[in-house]
């Protein structure tokens, strides 16, 4: 471990210069350009960042953005196959599924919840485990169940994990006209609703690896700071996927996947930022990765897949919180609704 906590290979974070303007001019497609890389404060890690991304206030468009279709190769990190309780035997093809009506929620009255956000603006936060090799390489995605669930759901943004074709979930539940997506390392990525939404920067970081007993692969966090075009408030979202075996904190330690993370969201955030972080851990509450990160960011919500490891995180208040069921995964689909 270097001086920071920060164990196994130098993270390295890129958030492509200009990327925000790109993106409503190129129609939302997911491609880069090079940037100047700047040296991070932080020893060994190197990202790429715009040195006038302050929250900028841009006008907002008249024209909707569309993400093009982008598929991916990459499934480094996805648990195919994978056993998360001792004794499990892994979920098995030809499983039947349907879009999951809501299995937990939590709100307050409808009073309530009108006088906490008085003259401010709710968002909705998604994590979904998209179980890809079995929901889409086997079932050849289930009639589109999952997309079906996202878009009844219409959240604001998605965190996804085990996802090779984020443009593909998009296109099959209709989306593909309001939502723009990264499709990120290690089969995950993130989307959001550009009628609401404006990408800032973004980037990612390896911030664990499996243990050999059980081995896919190094793990990401992905961010992204995303502007609401109403008030002009800033969101880093934050997307983990975390390392097996289950609850070990994979070969580096939970200490040190916990820190890589909560270092990742420091060197990326900004003061006046809400801060969301989502994820499948592969932690479940209680242990030291989870408590760690909930020390340093309150853990709203836990769903109950795989003995709970899907969290949502966050530094700002929470109206309601919500498990809308598998929808054809062997995960839920966890969503809180927000205050900015």
Known sequence: ADSCGLRGPHVHIESPLGRARRRREN?????????????????????ESNPNESTPQLPRPTILTQCQNRTTSATAGQDQQKSKQAGQEPKQAGLSASVGEPAVTVTDSPEVRESMVAGRVTFKVMTYNLFWWNLYGQRNGNNGSASKLIAAARPDIIGFQETDDVFRVLREGGMSGTYSALQEPR????????????????????????????????????????????????????????????????????????NNIWNLIEQNRQP????????????????????????????????????????IFTNTEVVSTQNLGPGGSDHDALMATLVI
Not at 30 to 40: E, G, I, K, L
Not at 211 to 225: D, F, H, I, N, S
Not at 246 to 252: A, E, H, L, T, Y
Not at 275 to 298: C, E, H, K, W, Y
């Open 27 to 47: 129609m939302g497609c997911c491609t880069s350009s090079p940037a100047q890389a700047a040296a991070s404060p932080i020893t060994g890690l190197t990202f």
């Open 272 to 311: 006046d930022d809400v801060v969301v972080l989502v994820g499948d851990f592969n932690s479940m509450r209680g242990t030291q990765t989870i408590t760690i990160l909930a020390s340093r960011i309150p853990l709203r919500f836990t769903g109950t897949s795989f003995g709970g490891v899907d969290h």
């Open 187 to 258: 089969a995950t990525a993130v989307a959001w609703d550009s009628t609401k939404w404006q990408l800032l920067s973004n980037g990612y970081g390896d911030v664990a690896e499996d243990q050999r007993q059980q081995y896919y692969g190094l793990r990401v966090a992905t961010w992204a700071r995303l502007q609401n075009w109403e008030i002009g408030k800033v969101v880093l979202f934050v997307n983990h996927h975390g390392p097996l075996t289950v609850n070990s904190g994979g070969q580096w330690g939970a200490e040190a996947t916990a």
